[in-house]
């Protein structure tokens, strides 16, 4: 839409402009005149993300509004003195992220906090009209909450979609939604600029949008999969849980089902694909400049890395192996001297461990870049003058003047899993036809289920695609661009202070796992540098280590933790590492009770769950120390594979089982006793089987359906004693 200044002046007062019109107004680059101006419709894009995903849809938003006549004003949401929702006239998208067990994302803390104070009236944004897209993962209990609670909360404060709500599953693929909910936002956001103009022309709205005015909201294109799982609130109405786990196992499946040919690889297509006209993405714009400037002897650190809080250089005191050398996994406990820090933590508490890429792989991928010889040299960036990125801006995790071998190693996650934009940009650096067309099928819409076969679901990353497609020559330049910051991996804390003084210890599997592309096992990118750490000093009774040193950093504040009235009893869920918090639990309630001989302590229950009894049994000989005691006053133990004599199998697997055989006292502390229950470990499998042995042991014990069962857990939860820490 193109008019000259003095004509959109004539038809739009400024007041309208303002109102009626949030348009942005931007000097044409006509070379025929320099008077002509286009109109681009402006909306406020706000994010909320935890680990970035949030941010690089909201900028795919951002550029892809351009080519459809918008103009998007993009914030993070914590940025709050850059927009008022109060006083915003123009349209609002939310692109939303979860993390945690359901929290939003420490970005939307402030916002979140701010919008739920109940003293706001019911009309307090009654002119906002919005579209909402929620990330979040169904194998958790509360998917995409993060998204739910300001969703719930825009509505109660009287403002109205526009659009529909989108909910992205990353456990089938957040492409899968994200894709055709940015597709069909377009079209939402013309309708809702259209109505307004209409009702503007037609002399409808005198002054201010009419808060009263209901406009039924687009909905995002049918027929694309989109997880629905919903969060039952106490006041849901008749929801079924049944419905989640239908409509989970039928998104799994759908996306399965677009998987048919077993002939086809993560180079190789095959017809109807290899035949197809494909929809690739726009090639994203280049931001930035990078220029490689010889070291003169700077001296590099871990301090270098950004991080939220503070980071601490703690030496490793000990390493011993939980597990014996023929078990499935390898557990080891590590335990770090924090006396000469001011790291403080307490029982259920987890920390981050800071940790680099692999060595070997940051060696290949400079060599494939043909910059082994510039490995040590300082990499300055900035952003490129000529740039179309709207909004470009320097990553704020590649620290200043560091080496190129000190940016893969520590700043940048060369594990991440390549979203489709990065795939466009590396076909783009792609020299052999049949490489650029399978690169361009990966990234397409026709290509979408090869691109969960062989990229997402096989974890590929950045090394494998430039194995795999050898012509692929991208820039420095570009990886700096699409490449995440390099993510502190998280542990719960598997100590007491008061049992430990100055001592933090904490308990993991080595993740091991067979490469995609290469020959060989890779181990996870924390754990197997962990491992190595360990290597040297692991000795079978837990002898002194050298001083190895390992950057933590504390995480921020949560629930799980032991009751404040020690006289409440607790069950505890723990099976594999899970059992991490709780050896913290059992430590400090020893110490407690040491010190307090006359106070009543509630009763301590203790579910675990392992493979076999004489493989990968934790801490079993401190779990008799503590039921010996009477500090674990119950000790419940299921082993999954092993069998007991004269039996085919064990009566009970796994942890589940136990407590549906416990079903009556289960239900006694918790219902009866104000007890407080504690889950960790994966959410998976594990957190959702409990969560449904519990459901069916309070529908069995209380005699009620098994919705009632589900809200009255929804109320355990509310009032902190359903407590989970659980991960994927």
């Known amino acids: ?186 079209a939402a956001l013309a309708k809702h600029f259209e109505s307004s103009r209409r009702e503007e022309m037609s002399g409808t709205l005198a002054t201010a949008p009419n808060a009263s005015r209901r406009t039924d909201p687009v909905k995002p294109e049918s027929g694309h999969i989109e997880s629905q799982v919903e969060l039952l609130r106490l006041d849901d109405s008749g929801k079924k849980d049944s419905a989640v786990l239908e409509q989970n196992a039928a998104n799994r499946s759908q996306s399965s089902a677009l998987i048919a040919d077993t002939e086809s690889s993560l180079t190789h297509s095959v017809p109807p694909l290899s035949h197809a006209s494909l929809n690739i993405p726009a090639l994203p714009p280049e931001y930035l400049q990078v220029h490689l400037q010889e070291a003169l002897g700077q001296e590099e650190s871990q301090a270098s890395v950004t991080s939220v809080g503070p980071v601490f250089q703690v030496p490793i005191s000990k390493a011993v192996q939980l597990t014996t050398n023929d078990a499935v996994k390898t557990t080891l406990l590590v335990e770090l001297d924090i006396s000469e820090t001011e790291f403080t933590y307490q029982p259920g508490d987890s920390f981050n461990v800071v940790c680099p890429n692999s060595d070997s792989e940051v060696q290949s991928l400079l060599q494939r870049l043909k910059l082994s010889a510039q490995r040590e040299y300082r990499v300055l960036v900035r952003i490129k003058a000529d740039t179309k990125k709207k909004g470009a801006a320097l990553p704020q995790h590649i620290p200043e003047k560091c080496s190129l071998q000190f940016i893969l190693t520590w700043c940048l996650e060369i594990r991440a899993i390549p979203k489709k934009a990065f795939l466009r940009a590396l076909e783009a650096c792609t020299s052999d036809g049949a490489e650029k067309r399978r690169l361009q099928e990966l990234c397409s819409k026709q290509g979408a289920a090869d691109y969960n076969r062989f990229v997402r679901d096989a974890g590929v990353c950045l090394l494998d695609l430039l194995l795999a497609f050898p012509s692929c020559r991208p820039p420095l330049s570009l990886l700096l661009e699409h490449l995440p910051k390099l993510q502190p991996r998280p542990y719960s804390c598997a100590s007491s202070s008061l049992s430990h003084p100055g001592r933090l210890r904490f308990i993991f599997n080595v993740v091991e796992f067979p490469s995609s592309v290469s020959e060989g096992v890779r181990r996870g990118v924390c754990t197997g540098w962990l491992a190595s750490l360990a290597e040297s000093i692991l000795l ?108 085919e199998e064990a009566p009970v697997k796994y942890v589940q089982d136990s407590l549906r055989l416990h079903s009556q006292q289960v239900a006694g502390l918790l219902l009866q006793e104000l007890g407080h229950i504690y889950v960790c470990g994966d959410a998976k499998n594990m957190a959702k089987d409990v969560n449904d042995a519990l459901a069916e042991i309070i529908s069995k014990e209380v005699g009620v359906d098994k919705l009632e069962a589900m809200k009255t857990l929804a109320t355990l939860k509310e009032e902190k004693r359903y407590l989970q820490d659980i991960w994927s």
């Not at 706000?46 to 993009?74: M, N, P, W």
């Not at 404060?157 to 989108?166: D, N, P």
């Not at 203790?606 to 493979?611: A, D, H, S, V, Y």
Request: glycine letters at 8%.
């Open 1 to 186: 839409m193109f008019m000259r200044e003095n004509q959109y002046l004539q038809v739009v007062t400024s007041f309208k402009r303002k109102y009626l019109f949030p348009f942005s107004v931007i000097q044409c680059n006509c070379p025929s005149c320099g008077t002509c101006f286009e109109v681009m419709r402006r909306f406020l894009l706000l994010y909320a993300t935890q680990q970035g995903q949030a941010k690089a849809i909201a900028e795919e938003i951002c550029e892809k509004a351009v080519a459809y006549g918008f103009s998007a004003d993009l914030h993070c949401m914590s940025e709050s003195d850059k927009y008022d929702l109060k006083t915003e006239t123009a349209p609002l998208v939310v692109v939303v992220s979860t993390t945690g067990t359901g929290d939003p994302p420490d970005t939307a803390h402030k916002f979140v906090k701010e919008i739920q104070d109940k003293t706001l009236p019911i009309d307090f944004l009654a002119h906002l009209r919005y579209g909402l897209l929620g990330l979040g993962d169904s194998e958790y209990t509360y998917f995409c909450n993060g998204g739910k609670v300001i969703d719930t909360r825009l509505e109660e404060l009287g403002a109205q979609r526009f659009y529909g709500t989108g909910h992205a599953d990353d456990c089938v693929g957040l492409e899968l939604v994200v894709e055709p909910w940015i597709d069909g936002l377009w």
């Open 540 to 647: 079978p009774d837990g002898g002194k280590a050298r001083a190895a040193q390992i950057p933590i950093s504390p995480r921020t504040a949560n629930s799980f933790h032991l009751p404040s009235d020690p006289s409440a009893p607790i069950i505890m869920v723990g099976p594999g590492t899970g059992i991490a918090p709780f050896i913290g639990f059992l430590q400090h309630r020893e110490k407690l009770q040491e010190q307090h001989p006359d106070r009543h302590f509630g009763a301590m229950w203790l579910f675990f769950g392992c493979r076999h009894r004489d493989r990968d049994y934790l801490f079993r000989e401190e779990l008799r120390h503590f039921r010996k005691r009477g500090i674990l006053t119950h000790l419940k133990v299921s082993f999954s594979r092993d069998t007991l004599a004269g039996e």
